[in-house]
């Protein structure tokens, strides 16, 4: 298996174009069943009762109560180690795409950005006439529905699940991008029984184009005997070793005075160190904003949240000269925020100082230009108007207060366009 894994690991250069093609397989350690197999969702419910329109126009209560049924089991799941590694690819290979069958939003979730998503998603509806009042598809978290149909709110006819059903065509343009990424040198197909097509397809499409390709599934199928690499593991266990036989590739951001890059062990260290600093502590104590048992628990947490890898991707940001961390920020995968949130802190140590300012605008160009997310959301647990004077001078607005590893915490959040 490591053999295999170092021979993929040789072929993902930093430069390589690289697509992943993902399917019910990566999300099953989340808790979301599969479709096909033992246990899978075809086994006890029949496509032509739940996934065609003509299901819907019979018995559409019926198709939605199992969407909704579906809708509350995946809202209780949470992204696995495959969906991490694959949303930290999306960072750090500049020429990335994922392209995934899932309807679930999982990939969303741990913080992959610009996924195609080829059968829809689950957390999408649309008005089933088609009305003229209303957007083709829009999202919609409800769990669960109160009233089953949902009606559309323009025009009170009932709301259809935003799913591509078998006998639908899927939407052009993401299946024009996806052709447009089998143009590339590694092709994944992670978790798909690999019969359904287009997306059975596209393994094919990017054959013909000379890319490496490889499959990622525990079981055989149809696409096993055509690959060129067969990684016969779990996707939770396969993608992560593969990311490990990587390496580091930094993805650094530098200004005049600031470098970001991703955590690395010696950043946790720095992180605890600093915390526990002696003039980090005697800013802390002598300003009287958290008192010195609060400071060593916050430098416990903030070491072990780093450890645990509750977030997606953690960066570091610090001194160009000195190395010293003064803030960090990472995709939040862990549910404070609705969807991927980038959030960023600084040590409060440097709160009020001129580069703190410096480096959360150089965070928010990183987020809304190179990682392309819609929002930013800054944490404070040192709120005081220090920190207030710089998430203002930077553009971002108060949004709640609400307790966050056991701590009083202020959050401020920005919107793209905004
Ligand atoms: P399937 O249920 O057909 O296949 C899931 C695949 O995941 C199987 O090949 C399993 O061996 C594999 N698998 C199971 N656990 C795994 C794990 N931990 N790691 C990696 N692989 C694992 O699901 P899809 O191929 O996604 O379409 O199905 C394709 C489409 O058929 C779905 O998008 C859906 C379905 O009907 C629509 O709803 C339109």
Redesign the pocket.
Known sequence: MRSILHRVARALGSDARITVMT????S??SGVP????AD?L?KDFR?DDL?TPQAFTRNPRAVWEWYDWRRQAIAGCQPNA?HHVLASWSLRFPRFTLIT???DGLHERAGASDVLRL?GSIWDVGCWNQCAGSPHRWRDDSVPFPVLPPSCPHCGGPLRPG????GELLDSEVVDRSLDATRCDVFFT???????YP?AGFLDHARSHGAMTVE????A?PASSTVDVVVPE???LALPELDATLGAHPLALTTERLRLEPLLPRHVEAAHQLWTHPEVRRYLWDDRIIPRETAEEVARASAADFARHRFGLWLVYGHEESGMPVGFCGLRTDGVGPGPELLFGLYPTYWGRGFAQEASRAVLAHAFTTLRLPRVTAATDAPNERSARTLSAIGMRFDRRAEHNGLDTLFYSIDMGR
């Open positions: 399917g019910a397989g990566v099953a350690a599969t479709f096909r197999g899978g075809w496509v996934a495959a069958q899932n309807v059968h799913v591509v059903w078998f992670v978790g798909t029984s690999a019969i359904v997306a990622i599934n525990p079981e199928t779990r996707a939770e």
